[in-house]
């Protein structure tokens, strides 16, 4: 049986262990938006898989789909804006055998989209990455 790594959980420990990313959002690298956030918790990142598939060589190679949100204070796309980049910046700096977390060796992450993407509630800013992230089981 393969072994598959855990590249959701890859994603967010390796942005939350980037100084450069805690300095923005104080470390808050998440799965989901926490419960009773308020506008002093923000700015913050969400990790999700939102699909993927895998390679089809003798490798166990996960080809995971990863949305990055990047989420502002209200009213604040220039904040929102300077997190996005070092995000962006970050998943393009994934070449070669880097590894995410304990267990999760990435080999490349290609960013194939960046959308503009404020809250329908409250039009808090928000911008949407969207990644492939190529890993596999360390």
Known sequence: MSAWPDVEGG??????????????????????????????????????????????????????LIDVSVWGRLRDKAGATEVLNAVRSRLEEIRGRTTLATGVDAFGAEVVGVVWLPDADNARPRYSVTAEVTAMAA
């Open 11 to 64: 994603v967010r420990d390796w942005l939350r262990a980037d100084t450069a990313i805690t300095a923005l959002v104080a470390g808050r690298v998440f799965f989901g938006i926490p419960e009773g956030a308020t506008d002093a918790t923000f700015p913050l990142v969400t990790v999700a898989r939102v699909g993927g598939g895998q390679d089809p060589s003798e490798a166990p190679l996960d080809l995971a």
